[in-house]
């Protein structure tokens, strides 16, 4: 399976951007997808978790009623809907496939899209 994630863009305080993550094979509907994001010089963090069926979901607190994950099976795409967007939300952000259980740390995951390059900036 490969990733492909687009929709970063530089973007106000305040506004809003959606990202989407493409999958290359229908086997994408099996797994649990996730989100991460990363600054330069610091680790990568953890975002939103969904399961393979979509049914449930996770965030990490700093996006919690601020961001949505959600997945079409059918268009092999998963999404992120990012409000109300924050300067600390600067980051490139990364789709990632998840093998394991949807509530798994960063070693569950093991195919990940090339990030897409998120900028909040007034």
């Known amino acids: 399976v490969q990733l492909q994630a687009s929709g970063g863009g530089l973007v106000q305080p305040g506004g809003s951007l959606r990202l989407s993550c493409v999958a290359s ?3 994408f509907s099996h797994f649990a997808m996730g989100w991460w994001r990363q600054v330069p010089g610091k680790e990568r963090e953890f975002v939103a978790a969904i399961t393979s069926s979509g049914s449930m979901t996770r965030y990490t607190d700093s996006v919690q009623g601020r961001f949505a994950i959600s997945r079409d099976n059918a268009k092999n795409t998963l999404y992120l809907q990012m409000n109300n967007l924050r300067l600390e939300d600067t980051a490139v952000y990364y789709c990632a496939l998840n093998r ?5 740390g960063i070693a569950a995951y093991d195919v990940w899209g090339q990030g897409t390059l998120v900028t909040v900036s007034s």
């Not at 394991?100 to 798994?104: L, Q, T, V």
Request: proline share 0%.
């Open 100 to 104: 394991g259980a949807y509530n798994s």
């Open 25 to 27: 094979e229908y086997t």
